[in-house]
């Protein structure tokens, strides 16, 4: 007869070798056990430092606003006004808004269409110049009157609006 694995042995070599393939199983179990919870752990450290970070940034930041904010009202000069408010516009993200043109409060696209004829306008072309100049100043052009795209930074408008009375 041949003689079976030990596994499907009766009796306690059949018992031994079950048990030691239950060690082996608990103990690849720790292992990947400890080694996850070490990654979350690493994980969570680098979470930590990057939100520690982070903060300290927002407390610079702060500060350095509110040294501006303080400057800009007590300045003597319009320069340093100017300058402490375009900064300002810049520490707190006004200066992304000016940049995008699109808004509700007026029609860009008027200003930007009448900004390139502007500029496509030879300096012989009087009656042209003379059209495109009396149609903007005797109405809001695209709505660029609107007060509220001036009270949302300490310096300027939106660009498009800044080009166009540049130009």
């Given amino acids: 007869h041949p003689t079976p694995p030990p596994s ?13 393939v239950w060690t082996a199983f608990l103990l690849r179990g720790l292992v990947w056990a ?5 990654l979350v752990l690493l994980i969570l450290s ?11 940034t927002l407390l610079v930041n702060h500060s350095n606003i509110s040294r501006r904010h303080a400057a800009r009202n007590t300045t003597d000069t319009f320069l340093i006004w100017q300058l402490t408010s375009v900064e300002l516009d810049r520490l707190e993200g006004h200066q ?10 007026f029609d860009h696209r008027v200003l930007e269409h009448t ?21 903007g100043l005797s109405r809001n052009m695209g709505g660029m009157c609107n007060t509220s795209l001036y009270r949302k930074t300490f310096y300027g408008t939106k660009q498009v609006i800044e080009n166009y009375l540049q130009e």
Avoid: C, Y
């Fill in 96 to 105: 992304v808004w000016k940049e995008v043109p699109h808004s509700k409060s």
């Fill in 115 to 135: 900004t390139h004829q502007l500029r496509g306008i030879g300096s012989g072309d009087i009656r042209g110049l003379m059209h495109l100049l009396r149609s």
């Fill in 46 to 56: 680098g979470i930590a430092q990057a939100m520690k970070a982070f903060f300290n």
């Fill in 34 to 38: 400890s080694e996850t919870l070490l």
């Fill in 8 to 20: 499907l042995m009766p009796g306690p070599r059949k018992a031994v070798a079950t048990t030691h």
